[in-house]
T-cell receptor, first 112, second 112 residues
Framework: DGGITQSPKYLFRKEGQNVTLSCEQN?????MYWYRQDPGQGLRLIYY???????QKGDIAEGYSVSREKKESFPLTVTSAQKNPTAFYLC???????????FGPGTRLTVL | SQQGEEDPQALSIQEGENATMNCSYKTSINNLQWYRQNSGRGLVHLIL?????REKHSGRLRVTLDTSKKSSSLLITASRAADTASYFC????????????FGSGTQLTVLP
């Protein structure tokens, strides 16, 4: 059953803590993406990766970090430097950058 | 940076009516895509139209693209309550690193 998964679905963290959001795909896609969505808003690109061991900053990378050690996995770390981290985080993948993107179900992060 | 902007922001119609959403963008594009998002879920790809195409159909969906006006429209015919969702356009800008840029979305409500 091919697809893209994110975990956990809901995540709570205290201010000042780093937290890592998981994203895994078994679609054999080269490109992967992380977006942030705030209530009633569109998606803003945080980071993207065109290929393993490579990633690029998106429009709002400050306070976030990523790694791409495996083709299947693109974890996102929300660091304590991110001023307003409470949001809905969406991961996506595509065959290549610019192609149709397939999205995971999202992780809702709440900072207490 | 927001490349695509949808109009209207919100649309409410009766079941059976047609729904039209518009998207305007700023720079030349390779393609334009429409996605759908149910509340609290990931996005689902609906249709892709290339810059050299003017119209495309998929089931009850009809997409038009006018590159001279830098605009696109999504028509959903014979709407159903299950079409209630947010709809986003996403553009793949020419000459860029080719990551998609999403608009802020149209919230469609179809009343039974």
């Amino acid at each position: 059953d091919g697809g893209i998964t994110q975990s956990p679905k809901y995540l709570f963290r205290k201010e000042g803590q780093n937290v890592t959001l998981s994203c895994e795909q078994n679609l054999n896609h080269d490109a992967m993406y992380w977006y942030r969505q705030d209530p009633g808003q569109g998606l803003r690109l945080i980071y993207y990766s065109q290929i393993v061991n490579d990633f690029q900053k998106g429009d709002i990378a400050e306070g976030y970090s990523v790694s791409r050690e495996k083709k299947e996995s693109f974890p996102l770390t929300v660091t304590s430097a991110q001023k307003n981290p409470t949001a809905f985080y969406l991961c996506a993948s595509s065959i290549g950058v610019g192609d149709t993107q397939y999205f995971g179900p999202g992780t809702r992060l709440t900072v207490l | 940076s927001q490349q695509g902007e949808e109009d209207p922001q919100a649309l409410s119609i009766q079941e059976g009516e047609n729904a039209t959403m518009n998207c305007s963008y700023k720079t030349s594009i390779n393609n334009l895509q429409w996605y759908r998002q149910n509340s609290g879920r990931g996005l689902v790809h609906l249709i892709l139209i290339r810059s050299n195409e003017r119209e495309k159909h998929s089931g009850r969906l009809r997409v038009t693209l006018d590159t001279s006006k830098k605009s696109s429209s999504l028509l959903i015919t014979a709407s159903r309550a299950a079409d209630t969702a947010s709809y986003f356009c996403a553009t793949d800008a020419s000459g860029s690193a080719r990551q998609l840029t999403f608009g802020s979305g149209t919230q469609l409500t179809v009343l039974p």
